[in-house]
Nanobody, 119 residues
């Protein structure tokens, strides 16, 4: 399993931008499908975005399509989440996750980074 460490969270006004980073340990980062999830207070953790291990195909939750972009740099073992046009409802703890290739289970999780969007 890889170890994941997120960074880049913070407080931003509505309409602003943040870029989250997730650094992964290990030498096989390129073989992992990487994802971002978020959990708001009192709510269940929800899917935000995913980038597939082969070819970099991406998918997004409907609530963030057109505003968020997931990308990866395999040379740096890092996955990013660029968040633009942030809304107060984007406030949550954001988690990075990894799963091996096409397996179903998200096997590794980061500790989370807080994103707070003020109105």
């Amino acid at each position: 399993q890889v170890q994941l460490v997120e960074s880049g969270g913070g407080l931003v006004q509505a309409g602003g931008s943040l870029r989250l980073s997730c650094a992964a340990s290990g030498r096989t980062f390129s073989a992992y499908t990487m994802g971002w999830f978020r959990q708001a207070p009192g709510k269940e953790r929800q899917f935000v975005a995913v980038i597939i291990w082969t070819g970099g195909s991406t998918d997004y939750a409907d609530s963030v399509k057109g505003r968020f972009t997931i990308s990866r740099d395999n040379a740096k073992n890092t996955v990013y989440l660029q968040m633009n046009s942030l809304k107060p409802e984007d406030t949550a703890v954001y988690y990075c996750a990894a799963k091996w290739a096409d397996t179903a289970k998200w096997a590794s999780w980061g500790q989370g980074t807080q994103v707070t969007v003020s109105s």
